[in-house]
């Protein structure tokens, strides 16, 4: 339409939305990035309506949930559509990261993207924490507690930073206006770089499964693909119905329908479901320090593999032995998940440890083998061929 191209704003919706020109062959494991977009709206808009009635106060923060959940016109459903879509908004996460990891599109030239794209998921899991402790429930406290005091391992000014955020000396009313005040926030941020993360690849455009240039076979986004993101979307919508108005609790923790209570502390401290792989990599590690560098550095290791990766083949469609090492570290991430929801002793322990292990190796030495390895025998296959 003609008003798309001539009003300078739409022209610019029109360029990312409309006729962004899109590799023909990619599948719908390509829809993650739409649904994430859409995941992140309703987080945003639900946390508004769920702060209206919400009170930052430790001895009302609880009892201003419940007042939520059974007194506000159809507040239930409200904080169930917020408390399920943030689980939903983790696992797609990991979906991208893993379709990216299996097609390499961390490569030159879209290493901005992936690199906004890990900053991004780091921001979403403080988002994700800060918002657990605001119900205050048991779980909500000891968490709080456990996780901030991990800063405690800092040398010199570990425990004076700890304070800081507490606001005081333990968990208090202090911390959850905070946590409040920047779960609130920080969404916004987390936006604006989603925006950045758009953008950046708006210059070089999508990756697709064969790895290969794409630009002689590419379609409009609209019609084609927009109408393929709806079908994901409203298969979304779908599973969310089902979670939401059958089965609101399977992805939260009993624990949190307790009030909280600082003299009492609960059997098994864990965090949302999302962290546990990154806090079995903590537990595993005996040093304090080590283990809080460790688990933070799981994270950030993400943004070497641009250069840690040196094979000349792109996507792992092509690649049997990268592809093997792919469902290896799939494996082991799902292993480190289910080591976090348990207590520490053995053999747990032992299992967490040897996953953690694992986990580094991929990175620094299976990733980097691979390539070595498939680019010496193609260059051993191209000179036999030659000669």
Known sequence: MRILKNNVLLRLINSYVVDSPQPANIS??????????????????????????????????????????????????????????????????????????????????RTL?????????????????????????QMSLWGATVITNLLSAIPVFGQDIVELIWGGFSVSNAT???????????????????????????????????GVTSNGDRYAMHPYFIFKDLVTFFAFFLVLSIFVFYFPNALGHSD?????????????????????????????????????VAMFGSLLILLILPLTDLSRTRSNQFRPAMKLAFWFFVVDFIILTWIGS??????????????????????????????????????????????
């Open 28 to 109: 719908y494991l390509w829809n993650f990035g739409s649904l994430l977009s859409v995941c992140l709206i309703i987080q945003i808009l639900t946390g508004c309506f769920l702060a209206m009635h919400y009170t930052p106060h430790v001895d009302f923060a609880f009892n201003s949930v419940e007042h939520i959940m059974r007194d506000v016109n159809n507040g239930w459903m409200i904080r169930y559509i917020h408390a399920n879509v943030a689980s939903f908004f983790f696992i797609f996460v990991y979906a991208h990261i893993a379709r990216g990891l299996y097609y390499s599109s961390y490569k030159n030239p």
């Open 113 to 137: 993207v992936w690199s906004i794209g890990v900053i991004i998921l780091i921001l979403m899991m403080a988002i994700g924490f800060l918002g657990y402790v605001l119900p205050y429930g």
């Open 176 to 210: 959850l206006n905070r946590f409040f005040s920047l779960h609130y926030i920080l969404p916004f941020l987390l936006a604006a770089l989603a925006v950045a993360h758009m953008i950046a690849l708006h210059i070089h455009g999508s990756n697709n499964p064969n």
């Open 256 to 292: 949190n329908y307790i009030p909280a209570n600082p003299m009492v502390t609960p059997a098994s401290i864990v965090p949302e479901w999302d962290l546990l792989p990154f806090y079995a990599i903590l537990r595993s590690i005996p040093n304090k320090l080590l283990g809080v």
């Open 342 to 387: 348990q207590h520490p002793d053995s053999p747990y322990l032992e299992i967490g440890q040897a996953a953690t292990a694992f986990y580094f190796s991929w990175f620094l030495f299976i990733v980097p083998t691979c390539g070595i390895l498939e680019n010496t025998l193609f260059d051993i296959a191209t000179t036999n061929k030659n000669n």
